[in-house]
């Protein structure tokens, strides 16, 4: 059915508006032909604009004389009138201009909302044959999106598929489980996975990702190379509730033995299935690249393409589209949406505008801001792309759904989201690429090229006690999964031993887990198990020892509230699915009732009490938050190990690989190279004489590469690589500017990263500034404009020999940090707080001496903030991490405290705070009582007024403040600007 458009930008109401009228039939009769008189309807819409009975009028004439019928619509932009505010402001966001400026684009009123029957009705008066119609049509019209489509992923209707499918794992079978003690056990688990398979159609659907995985191999190795470690490797590896299924093991999409793990499959398989299970394959980062295209390419452009994601309206995003959008000054807006908790549920930010000075004012747009904020909580702000979510399809993609081209030159996307793409039945895959597994690899690779070293990973000693003493005592910065602060201090307090400690390990420190309860249990149980084996581990009910013994009859795995079900309240799989997706979605308090009804009966027929069973059923309801899978978690802790076995034994290769796939991970580059100084490791600065395009190791050390500065062209840099490896080394600055072909930007770039350093002569600290003002005669040629944004034309480099630099004065220790921090984001010698530590304010305590510091002592320390926390699940606690030149320092930062010093606690790199030290079993806190910002003040201070009148529009009143007038207090505040960002991590983040 088609519909001739909006009053505004419709074909034919644009025309008859503007009497063009033979414009406006021919188009109808276009419509007419292709779609024909019962597909056709000409569209009226009465938004109380001018012209708007004229037009009607027309339009019905011209549907009359083509024999078409008309329709009434509303040109509905919002669901209420109370949101159209919103809607002008989004307008305004859209055309990136202020709502004043934008009013001719903008809805003229407020009837573009839904409105009731009877409104409509006596809208459209003059019209009633249309109202008649559009009720018609609309009761007419049915559309089921998960059947009317007609979408079929290649191999869901092979009649062979049953047959392959069960060939190929039975011969795998064979191979993987010959001589081992699960063999029966495991061909009992084929037989009863492939009977569920084949009684839900899916054969074609495990033979699809066969088919994916087989073209991965073809990728990786084109990508890796032949004869190179990795090649060695398999293209990927699974992740999620997939990992516990034996066919995803035998057909290769899975590395974790289902069997020999003891992985429960009515997570991810059962006969009850209503929609297509997921399995998700993580890929290294260039495998990943490189394999997008070449499912394009195999199963054609036209039937596959990547999934969209849609970014929804945060805090600070609201903050700058909306306050930008009601004109206020842009200082203030940046000013707030620093401050502003990243976290406010609802995007109320209420108390932050009110204690916004401009604010104070009374100006209404800040309340205006207020209300945006929140009516836009939610909302989509813009598209992006999945990460690895594609879609394939036996039809061509562009009559199922809306396709749009992707960033990227040859890949498209549908406009549809991953839960969009559910509903509709579309069959989503996901090809995710996973940082950790590409630096596992990278250093795999450095291995064997700098020691001559072939390791497969799969074969090392997974009992290492060494490893295991090093995630006992949480020296994990780094590494995959328990490297967060939340991790490492469990980690203390759990102590693993083995793999399936680790596994557990890894699924703890998430909501589900947390706000079930199961954390301090676990815990104390597993320290009873280490002080008194013969300890027997409580459970509410006998029948729950089998689905809780591995994590001491606490819920700790999402598939145990599957087993749970199935074993105390005898729920059959499907129905236990179905209560884990209720709790997980949070859906209506009846479907809620009803489970608990079935749950609290169940459990009580099988002789548990009705208090038993209100208590199992009450760990599962606060189990409802985020939980990995045990599968998934089993995966996921066997690349804990890998890395955390890589970082014990190959320190330099692990970080070099680590800093060469970043960004990823808890900390920022700089934090892991000073952690790994303080291990003896030796990290070397950039050099355009050793150093690579990217990291790598020399002579046991780490050299950072030249591609690490900021800004440089890549492209550039690998050409300056190539010419040193094939003319030799550059003997001047002058040399390496002709022969490099980098650009004057690049090069003066490497200059002030202290990669030049090498070629100028003289003291060491003057070579820095000596390699630029050589570089200013040298570089090859600027364009050069004539001060008015206007481009005249290249100054060439002149043909000149080189005479020394003039005598310049050398960087002193805090010019170089800022030089090291703003070119490369890493400091390699001294740290900012070693440099700051003599004028720190009198009893501020290091992290090494906190080590020694009882508990409940008043402390006070400070440091520069690695990372800030605010877990749903911590109740408007924040944490923090500061790092010092000794470690790293670990801030608990109640609520009241965060809101009385949210400035300090959510925007300052350098703090020093004021609490009382708390000591538990090896775990090192400060609850602090006071954060602020890290100034010296121990220098004088100078009054600086404006002397510009202030103006008009700036709502910030000219008030004088303090400055300090002392060389280092501004190389403090330059500091800042350039100091690290520090990560922030939100809502489930360990």
Known sequence: MCLSGCARHGALARAVEDDRHPDALAAARRLLQIFGAEGLRIELQRPYARYDRRRNRLLAELAERIGVCTVATGNVHSHTRSRTRL?????????????????????????????????????????????????????????????????????????????????ICRDRLTERYAGSPHRSESEA????ELRVIRSLGLSGFFLLHRDL????????????????????????????????????????????????????????LNEELTALPDIDLDFPRDIREALIPRVHERYGHDRSALVAAFATY??????????????????????????????????????????????????????????????????????????????????????????????????????????????????????????????????????????????DLSRIDFADKEVYVQI???????????????????????????????????????????????????????KRLREDPDYEVPYEHPSLEPALRDTLGTIVFQDQVIEVAMAFAGFSAGEAEGLRRAMSRRRSEAAMRSYEEKFIAGATRRGASRETA??????????????????????????????TWLRVHYSAEFLCALLNEQPMGFYPPDSLVHEVQRRGLEVLPPCVERSGAECGIERGAVRMGLGYVNG?????????????????????????????????????????????????????????????????????????????????????????????????????VWERLLADYGSTGVTLREHPLELMRPSLPAGALSSAEIETARHGTPVRVAGLVVARQRPATARGVTFMLLEDEHGTINLIV??????????????????????????????????????????????????VRHIEPRRTWSSEAALPYTASPSTEAREIGDLRAVAPVANSFGRGRG
Not at 214 to 242: H, Q
């Open 87 to 167: 809607q002008d402001a989004l307008v305004a966001v859209r055309l990136g201009r202020t709502i004043d400026e934008c009013e001719p684009d903008r809805r003229g009123n407020s009837s573009h909302a839904l409105a009731t029957p009877a409104a409509m009705a006596e809208r459209f008066r003059e019209h009633p044959d249309a109202v008649t119609e559009t009720a018609q049509l609309a009761e007419r019209l049915r559309f089921d999106i998960t059947s009317d489509l007609g979408y079929a992923y290649p191999g869901s209707e092979d009649p062979t598929a049953d047959g392959r499918l069960a060939e």
């Open 189 to 192: 688990r084929l037989d009863e």
């Open 213 to 268: 995985l087989e073209l991965a191999r073809e990728v990786a190795a084109e990508v890796r190379g032949t004869g190179t470690v990795r090649a060695l490797l398999p293209p990927g590896r699974g992740r999620g509730s997939s990992v516990s299924s034996i066919v995803c093991y035998l057909t290769g999409l899975s590395h974790v033995d289902p069997v020999a793990t003891d992985l429960h499959l009515g997570r991810f």
């Open 314 to 455: 945060q805090v600070r995003s609201a903050v700058r589209d909306f306050a930008k959008a009601l004109g206020l000054p842009p200082g203030e807006i940046e000013r707030l949406a620093r401050t502003v908790d990243p976290w406010t549920p609802g995007n109320d930010i209420a108390k932050d505008v009110a204690d916004t000075r401009a604010a104070r004012g009374g100006s209404p747009r800040w309340q205006a801001l207020v209300h945006l904020a929140r009516a836009a909580a939610g909302l989509p702000r813009h598209q992006s792309q999945h990460p690895g979510g594609m879609v394939i399809s036996t039809q061509p993609l562009i009559d199922l759904c809306p396709v749009q081209p992707a960033a990227m030159e040859g890949r498209q996307m549908v406009q549809w989201d991953k839960d969009s793409c559910a509903d509709a039945g579309f069959l989503k895959i996901d090809l995710l690429g996973l940082g950790m597994l590409s630096a596992v690899e990278r250093a795999v690779e450095l291995i064997a090229r700098t020691r001559g070293e072939r390791i």
């Open 472 to 526: 006992q005592e949480a020296e994990t910065m780094g590494v995959f999964q328990i490297e967060s602060r939340a991790q490492m201090q469990m980690l203390k307090r759990t102590r693993p031993e083995s793999l399936d400690d680790l596994t557990v390990q890894v699924a703890l420190v998430r909501p589900g887990p947390i706000l079930g309860g199961a954390v301090h249990p676990y815990i104390e149980r597993k």
């Open 614 to 643: 209100e208590r199992v059923y009450a760990q599962i309801v606060g189990f409802s938050g985020f939980g990995f899978p045990k599968a998934h978690s089993a995966a996921f802790g066997l690349l804990a190990y890998q890395s």
């Open 712 to 812: 440089v062209r890549e492209a550039e840099v690998k050409a300056l690589v190539a010419e040193r490896a094939s003319g030799g080394a550059f003997h001047s600055v002058a040399d390496l500017a002709g022969r490099s072909g980098a650009g004057s930007d690049t090069l003066e770039r490497l200059a002030w990263a202290g990669a030049c350093d090498v070629l100028p002569e003289g003291p060491e600290e003057e070579r820095r500034r000596r390699a630029l003002w050589l570089l200013g005669v040298a570089a090859p040629g600027v364009p050069v404009g004539s001060g008015r944004g206007e481009r005249i034309g290249i100054q060439l480099a002149l043909p000149l020999d080189l005479h020394d630099a003039p005598g310049l004065r050398s960087l002193d």
């Open 894 to 943: 109640p609520p009241p405290v965060h809101d009385r010093c949210r400035l300090a606690v959510r925007g300052e790199p350098l703090v020093i705070a004021d609490g009382r030290l708390e000591r538990r079993e090896g775990v090192i806190n400060v609850l602090v009582h006071e954060v602020r910002r890290l100034d010296r003040g121990d220098l004088p201070g100078a009054e």
